[in-house]
Nanobody, 121 residues
Framework: VQLQASGGGSVETGGSLRLSCKLSGDIFSINAVGWYHQAPYKARALVASIGGGTHYDGSVQGRFTISRDYAKNTVDLQMNNLRSEDTGVYYC??????????????????WGQGTQVTVSS
């Protein structure tokens, strides 16, 4: 399984970005996919996951939406009303067995490369 993240960029506070994680390889074995955020000098933290439902961290609830397109083999993260604290590198993560809620407890097996998001005022 390979994951490739794209869609990062620079926006002003209140703006929007859409990240995309392209899945390839044994994609039918993937049960759940999540997006992690790594702020500068901080550890990676899961912000949203999908697989048997969708789950969000409280810091992005109502602003971010995760979705999976089986035809395009992508998992997208629509980010609206961006804040300066959303700045950082975003990574997609996937697993064969975990479900979306479980990804907030355990990290998935597969990682994509990061994509930078910068939110400025």
């Amino acid at each position: 399984v390979q994951l490739q993240a794209s869609g990062g960029g620079s926006v002003e506070t209140g703006g929007s970005l859409r990240l995309s994680c392209k899945l390839s390889g044994d994609i039918f074995s993937i049960n759940a996919v999540g997006w992690y955020h790594q702020a500068p000098y901080k550890a990676r933290a899961l912000v949203a996951s999908i697989g048997g439902g969708t789950h969000y961290d409280g810091s992005v609830q109502g602003r971010f939406t995760i979705s999976r397109d089986y035809a395009k083999n992508t998992v997208d993260l629509q980010m609206n009303n961006l804040r300066s604290e959303d700045t950082g590198v975003y990574y997609c993560n996937a697993d064969n067995k975990l479900e979306a809620q479980s990804m907030f407890v355990m990290t998935g097996r597969y990682w994509g490369q990061g994509t930078q998001v910068t939110v400025s005022s």
